[in-house]
């Protein structure tokens, strides 16, 4: 079993659909972190959180501590959203730049 | 420059050929990363490190792989007797800082694509 898992794997949207992505940890961590990847290799980071929740435009990002999960949410979503987002964590007690990370999500959001 | 610059975009390269990557994070930042990236899979991490020393290594598979940042900026990852299953995106970021959790947003370069004949 993978340590940290995503889901869905795949997700299809129409432009506008609200979307939620999901990433469930083992490890107890310091900080998770939510990327955007476009095809082409090149990876944006999106959020870093220890908890709560933050916001950045149509993005919002949310974290349960003691449930060792976290969501990503898109807000009226649009075909340039079309990515794969990947969620990774900071073991607790592991270096900053030790991340461990998800398979991640494969997100299409079609006109 | 503006961003994390790796280079080459692209090696392709025969088993058994030695293989230099190098990452020019971006200037003041004092931590990089290197980590891999296979077909279908998130990155793993390699190496980290803090200024010139290598602050976390226990991600390098064995000892084919070695990293360098001698002048505490640009990185060369070394990859001696390749194999094919060497072949993947080997991609490198950095921070303002390894250690301040405020600081720990992670700037991606666009990565080096190795395939290994």
């Known amino acids: 079993k993978n340590e940290v898992e995503q889901s869905p794997q795949n997700l299809t949207a129409q432009e506008g659909e609200f979307i939620t992505i999901n990433c469930s940890y083992s490890?107890?961590?310091?900080?998770l972190h939510w990327l955007q990847q476009h095809p082409g290799g090149g990876i944006v980071s999106l959020f870093m959180l220890s908890s709560g929740k933050k916001k950045h435009g149509r993005l919002i990002a949310t974290i349960n501590i003691q449930e060792k999960h976290s969501s990503l949410h898109i807000t009226a979503s649009h075909p340039r959203d079309s990515a794969v987002y990947i969620c990774a964590v900071t073991p607790y007690g592991g270096s900053q730049g030790n991340l461990i990370f998800g398979k991640g999500t494969k997100l299409s959001v079609k006109p | 420059g503006a961003g994390v610059s790796q280079t080459p975009s692209n090696k392709v390269t025969e088993k058994g050929k030695y293989v230099e990557l190098r990452c020019d994070p971006i200037?003041?930042?004092?931590?990089l990363y290197w980590y891999r990236q296979s077909l279908g899979q998130g990155p793993e991490f390699l190496i980290y490190f803090q200024g010139t020393g290598a602050a976390d290594d226990s991600g390098l598979p064995n000892d084919r792989f070695f990293a360098v940042r001698p002048e505490g900026s640009v990185s060369t990852l070394k990859i001696q007797r390749t194999e094919r299953g060497d072949s993947a995106v080997y991609l490198c970021?950095?921070?303002?800082?390894?250690?301040?959790?405020?600081?720990?947003?992670?700037?991606f370069g666009e990565g080096s694509r190795l395939t290994v004949l």
């Open positions: 200037s003041g930042h004092t931590a």
């Open positions: 490890v107890g961590i310091s900080a």
């Open positions: 970021a950095s921070s303002l800082s390894g250690t301040s959790f405020r600081s720990g947003e992670l700037f």
